[in-house]
């Protein structure tokens, strides 16, 4: 199964703290870009990859969705994202990414947020959403960025210049990377983005929209420390439609 | 008009040397993965944008291709093409591709190969080339990846471990990027892979493959310079084709 870093406590006291924890949505720099993305909520059967602690099922309901099922495979967000809701219209469920089963032909939205990249076989999971999507379905997901992930040492380098990079290698070696972020070993999976692309249209999906994320300047006047976000992209955001033909 | 850096006798002394000058397609390393990308030639009209001395032009007759239209800026490329062919089914027109005017509905395929990232105005270009396909028409081309264009200083550096990488910045800031290669002040427009794909879509493409070029393992075999290719990408290739909604 997935590894499962959320349950692991050093990390899950970490994540508690990061500011998209505990400032929700709201806090995320990408997702003015993400909901930009998102078809109108009003009405949709939306379900949510690996939902954290709720903040996008909650946000998805207030929007108008009908029916929001909320999945992930650590216990302590799930217990988190049930405490904070009595909306009976939110269905949080345990669920690893690596063998999903969801229901044939139910949903109007696949959501999923910085998540896919702990996936190792994203093909069955893309087969997986495609074959629960209902006709016309949409699947908008965010995922770090391979520029990101790929380099054997992931950080700024500063040149003699006082120029800060990000220092590439690896980027065409797809496979595990094994980082120490909140805590010691958490294993992701790179891939380019063309692989990311091409996985999409094999399961049948049409691509609709791909975009490195990039804070406005709006977002930068307001947090400095975003421009250093223009030197090299964290988050890739994707949407995809089940594809008509 | 796009820099007519073709024209500039010393780039031009220069790039006449270069091994995919000199031994054509066989001699590119991305050929092959972008060939896979291509339709079948048979009874197809053809238009190459940026055909340089006509290797493409040459090779698509020779794999059945009724008609073929190369499109050059470049005076001196569009010489050499001339004078390799007595293919009447061939025609080499010279054309600035910020201007670009297609006859409508008319070509199968369109290619490019290492031109769109001279391009200004890309998404004038692409609604062009929409104009001048035929229904189910493909598009595919290779431009430089938004990797290698992006850095203040492209080129290799290599940290105190020994490990070679390629430090990346000012990725999310498009425009133009002025390069010494093979001339001094090269005009190159970086834009990220999310814009290219983007303006595809909005002008009328569906995405059929996106591919950040990799050299096989037989190709390294045959050629160990290319292993430093797996650090960084040089080349994105991208088929698409006309949108049947």
């Known amino acids: 199964m997935t590894q499962n870093i959320y349950d692991n406590a050093e990390f899950f006291a970490g994540y508690?703290?990061?500011?998209?924890?505990v400032g929700g949505l709201a806090a995320a720099a990408e997702w003015p870009a993400l909901w930009a993305m998102l078809p109108e909520m009003r009405g949709l059967t939306v379900v949510d990859l690996g939902c954290g602690f709720g903040w996008f099922?909650?946000?998805?309901?207030?929007?108008?969705?009908?029916q929001v099922l909320g999945l992930d495979v650590s216990e302590n967000m799930l217990g988190r994202a049930r405490a904070?809701?009595?909306?009976?219209?939110?269905?949080?469920?345990?669920?690893?990414?690596?063998?999903l089963v969801l229901p044939a032909t139910t949903f109007d939205?696949?959501?999923?947020?910085?998540?896919?990249?702990?996936?190792?076989?994203?093909g069955r999971l893309f087969a997986e959403v495609r074959r629960g999507l209902a006709p016309g379905g949409a699947f908008v997901f965010?995922?770090?960025?391979?520029?990101?992930?790929?380099?054997?040492?992931?950080?700024?380098?500063?040149?003699?210049?006082?120029?800060?990079t990000w220092p590439v290698d690896r980027y065409?070696?797809?496979?595990?990377?094994?980082?120490?972020w909140l805590a010691e070993g958490v294993i992701?999976?790179?891939?380019?983005?063309?692989?990311?692309?091409?996985?999409?249209?094999?399961?049948?999906?049409?691509?609709?929209?791909?975009?490195e994320f990039c804070p406005t300047e709006e977002q930068i006047s307001a947090r400095p420390e975003l421009l250093e976000e223009l030197e090299r992209p964290m988050f890739l955001l994707v949407a995809a439609r089940v594809s008509s033909t």
Not at 16 to 21: A, E, H, N, T, Y
Not at 143 to 160: L, N, Q, R
Request: with cysteine; charged share 25%; hydrophobic share 35%.
């Open 188 to 211: 992701k999976h790179h891939r380019t983005i063309g692989t990311t692309i091409n996985l999409l249209i094999r399961t049948g999906f049409e691509i609709a929209h791909v975009e």
């Open 172 to 180: 065409l070696v797809e496979g595990p990377r094994t980082t120490n």
């Open 57 to 66: 099922c909650r946000w998805a309901r207030e929007q108008g969705a009908t």
């Open 142 to 164: 965010s995922i770090e960025h391979p520029i990101y992930m790929a380099p054997t040492a992931p950080g700024w380098s500063v040149d003699a210049t006082g120029r800060k």
């Open 109 to 122: 939205l696949a959501y999923s947020s910085l998540v896919l990249h702990y996936v190792a076989d994203l």
């Open 84 to 99: 904070e809701t009595s909306d009976t219209a939110i269905v949080y469920e345990r669920a690893d990414m690596e063998r």
């Open 16 to 21: 508690s703290q990061l500011g998209r924890s």
